[in-house]
């Protein structure tokens, strides 16, 4: 049975947010990758003493879950629910300012914005387009709450993406999830989660620096006719090239 948290309970989950620290180690766990204590502490700047004394608190509310492996200590998110907290309330949040550092920086900065993994799904601009260009070919349905319709069962069948499993999997088949850098929906839940796997595995994506990922030369093309759109369509903004090479 479902129980409602009471005041007390949501404001000690709130608490383990309103932190700096602890904020970017949940915002950098959206990769969906296990972390080390020592690779989170080098993220924020702080002692690993600090680092401990943060995550001890992250996985005693429940946000994280960790694991001991020799003398390492990995962390990661506690579930998608957790990525799904993290990602909404990142959505809500006031959009950074624009920093004046360096063209590495900003690249890397526009890159993350165009494209990346919110914990196992796609997110960014290319996310809220793929969304969008489902709907449009009435792949999915978002008229009485988004679902999947009988058109997209064929599409996912033509890609590869087998919708049973998905259908048993513990959560929501279809879900949207509120954009950080756009302020709209990317797909979540189990197919968005599929989808992005899918991806992957045809080459269509190939992952960049941190959370970022890219079109392949193959992929752009590939995926923007499964979505009947032209690559244009997908094509990073001028301010999202990374230089082709390392970002």
């Not at 309970?9 to 990758?33: E, Q």
């Amino acid at each position: 049975m479902t129980t409602v948290a009471d005041g007390p309970a949501l404001a000690r989950l709130a608490a383990l947010l309103a932190d700096d620290t602890r904020a970017r180690f949940c915002l950098a766990l959206l990769d969906g990758r296990a972390w080390t204590a020592g690779e989170l502490a080098r993220l924020a700047g702080v002692a690993p003493s600090t680092t401990s004394d943060h995550l001890t608190r992250l996985v005693s509310g429940g946000l994280l879950v960790e694991q001991r492996q020799g003398r390492h200590r990995y962390v990661r998110l506690a579930d998608p629910s957790v990525a799904q907290l993290i990602e909404d309330l990142a959505g809500h949040a006031p959009a950074p300012p624009t920093p004046a550092g360096s063209l590495r920086a900003a690249r890397a900065g526009a890159a993350l914005a165009y494209a990346r993994t919110c914990y196992d799904h796609l997110a960014g601009r290319l996310g809220v387009r793929l969304r969008d260009a489902l709907l449009a070919r009435r792949l999915l349905d978002d008229s009485d709450g988004l679902a999947l319709t009988s058109n997209g069962l064929d599409w996912l069948a033509g890609l590869g993406v087998p919708v049973a499993p998905l259908r048993a999997a513990r959560r929501p088949l279809v879900r949207d999830c509120l954009d950080w850098t756009e302020r709209r929906s990317h797909l979540a839940g189990a197919l968005g989660a599929a989808l992005c796997d899918r991806f992957f595995e045809v080459g269509w994506l190939s992952r960049g620096s941190g959370r970022a990922v890219r079109l392949t030369p193959a992929g752009g093309p590939a995926l923007a006719a499964a979505l009947g759109l032209a690559p244009a369509d997908l094509a990073p903004d001028a301010a999202a090239d990374t230089g082709g090479g390392r970002a």
